[in-house]
């Protein structure tokens, strides 16, 4: 059975690969568009560098004009377990949460799930005038500011909901979790540090070992506030317009849960920055945050507080690495990307005292 986003649409509502992507198919998922009546011919060229689905930018040779649309489809490579609640989310989030949050993402204009085949597709605006940060590279402040009120429209509008956690795509028991993910998270650990060991200076190592200690205990304690979380907020998966950094736009929903928001706030910065640019306006960041925060309603939540998350947060960067290169189909880029990423947050976690901070967190009753 597809969960799809609206009743009506195509036969099937979800398939198999890219090249199932006809003009009959197509028409049908995108006739409540306008623009999409008829389609007469169509072709595809891969766009970014996702390891989770395959994506493609479609041009459309329509009745009314040329158009582009973006297809994100699943992949045949990806366990299936960690596939099918990648894709569920994913949906999930555009059928039922994108409404509700004020941050910019691009538009729906299809989405469905079949979870026994553990399949899916996306059909979304194409934000062509917009190109995708650079990980490696970084970003400059002004694209991080940018980022963080962006990323306040997240946060803002699900601070504290308690409505949601009974939203069961988005919230699961972090101690159950925690005992799933343990295993996983050690043979991660072994195949980073396998990897990576001899590039990494010895301060770089000691967060390997400290986090290999503390990132189960850290999930588990959570945290006070919590709201619906991206997940994997960072460069790769944000759209910057070349001449308006402020309108970027958030992509690949298949993280999305609800945690501690500062989580999300720390791996961004921590990960999009260098240690220089870092430590210069991270302060001023995290005030541009918070005041974004309060521009959407947020009340009793102090900036003491939002630093002291920020904080908390930054083992985010250490999990979703792991992770990440684990699942993650090796490339020299990939790799790249993950030693610097380590590289960035490993410092910053020890110029904020995180780690410190973190166990006095979960030795607190």
Same mark, same amino acid.
């Given at each position: 059975?597809?969960?799809?986003?609206?009743?009506?649409?195509?036969?099937?509502?979800?398939?198999?690969?890219?090249?199932?992507?006809?003009?009959?198919?197509?028409?049908?998922?995108?006739?409540?568009?306008?623009?999409?009546?008829?389609?007469?011919? #169509? /072709?595809?060229?891969?766009?970014?560098?996702? @390891?989770?689905?395959?994506?493609?930018? !479609?041009?459309?040779?329509?009745?009314?004009?040329?158009?582009?649309?973006?297809?994100?489809?699943?992949?045949?490579? !990806?366990?299936?377990?960690?596939?099918?609640?990648?894709?569920?989310?994913?949906?999930?989030?555009?059928?039922?949460?994108?409404?509700?949050?004020?941050?910019?993402?691009?538009?729906? #204009?299809?989405?469905?799930?079949?979870?026994?085949?553990?399949?899916?597709?996306?059909?979304?605006?194409?934000?062509?005038?917009?190109?995708?940060? =650079?990980?490696?590279?970084? %970003?400059?402040?002004?694209?991080?500011?940018?980022?963080?009120?962006?990323?306040?429209? *997240?946060?803002?509008?699900?601070? %504290?909901?308690?409505?949601?956690?009974?939203?069961?795509?988005?919230?699961?028991?972090?101690?159950?979790?925690?005992?799933?993910?343990?295993?996983?998270?050690?043979?991660?650990?072994?195949?980073?540090?396998?990897?990576?060991?001899?590039?990494?200076?010895?301060?770089?190592?000691?967060? !390997?070992?400290?986090?290999?200690? #503390?990132?189960?205990?850290?999930?588990?304690?959570?945290?006070?506030?919590?709201?619906?979380?991206?997940?994997?907020?960072?460069?790769?998966?944000?759209?910057?317009?070349?001449? =308006?950094?402020?309108?970027?736009?958030?992509?690949?929903?298949?993280?999305?849960?609800?945690?501690?928001?500062?989580?999300? #706030?720390?791996?961004?910065?921590?990960?999009?920055?260098?240690? !220089?640019?870092?430590?210069?306006?991270?302060?001023?960041?995290?005030?541009?945050?918070? @005041?974004?925060?309060?521009?959407?309603?947020?009340?009793?939540?102090?900036?003491?507080?939002?630093?002291? &998350?920020?904080?908390?947060?930054?083992?985010?960067?250490?999990?979703?690495?792991? *992770?990440?290169?684990?699942?993650?189909?090796?490339?020299?880029?990939?790799?790249?990307?993950?030693?610097?990423?380590? @590289? /960035?947050?490993?410092?910053?976690?020890?110029?904020?005292?995180?780690? &410190?901070?973190?166990?006095?967190?979960? =030795? /607190?009753?």
């Amino acid at each position: 059975m597809a969960v799809t986003s609206s009743a009506a649409g195509p036969t099937p509502a979800v398939v198999a690969g890219v090249e199932h992507l006809t003009p009959d198919w197509l028409a049908a998922a995108l006739a409540p568009a306008s623009g999409f009546a008829e389609i007469r011919s #169509l /072709r595809t060229e891969p766009v970014g560098t996702g @390891q989770m689905a395959t994506t493609v930018r !479609v041009f459309l040779e329509t009745d009314s004009g040329d158009r582009t649309v973006i297809a994100k489809v699943a992949r045949d490579d !990806v366990g299936p377990e960690m596939a099918r609640a990648a894709y569920l989310k994913e949906v999930a989030f555009y059928n039922e949460l994108r409404h509700r949050v004020a941050m910019r993402t691009p538009d729906c #204009l299809y989405a469905a799930v079949e979870p026994e085949s553990v399949r899916f597709v996306l059909l979304l605006e194409d934000l062509a005038y917009a190109r995708p940060g =650079d990980q490696i590279a970084g %970003c400059t402040p002004e694209h991080a500011h940018a980022a963080v009120i962006n990323l306040a429209g *997240l946060h803002g509008p699900t601070w %504290c909901d308690e409505t949601l956690r009974s939203v069961p795509w988005l919230w699961g028991d972090p101690k159950a979790s925690s005992e799933i993910l343990g295993p996983f998270l050690a043979i991660a650990a072994d195949g980073f540090e396998a990897r990576f060991a001899a590039e990494l200076t010895e301060d770089e190592s000691a967060v !390997v070992a400290a986090s290999r200690e #503390l990132l189960i205990p850290w999930l588990v304690a959570g945290g006070e506030r919590f709201a619906v979380t991206h997940g994997d907020y960072r460069l790769d998966n944000l759209l910057f317009p070349e001449d =308006d950094p402020g309108g970027v736009a958030a992509v690949d929903w298949q993280t999305v849960g609800l945690g501690p928001p500062g989580r999300d #706030l720390a791996y961004f910065l921590a990960t999009s920055l260098s240690p !220089v640019d870092r430590r210069r306006h991270e302060e001023a960041l995290l005030a541009t945050y918070h @005041q974004a925060l309060a521009d959407h309603g947020v009340t009793g939540y102090t900036q003491e507080e939002c630093w002291e &998350d920020y904080r908390l947060g930054m083992l985010h960067g250490p999990l979703i690495i792991f *992770l990440g290169r684990l699942t993650a189909t090796v490339t020299d880029r990939g790799d790249e990307m993950f030693k610097v990423m380590w @590289q /960035r947050c490993a410092r910053a976690i020890l110029d904020l005292g995180s780690l &410190d901070a973190i166990r006095a967190s979960i =030795d /607190r009753p």
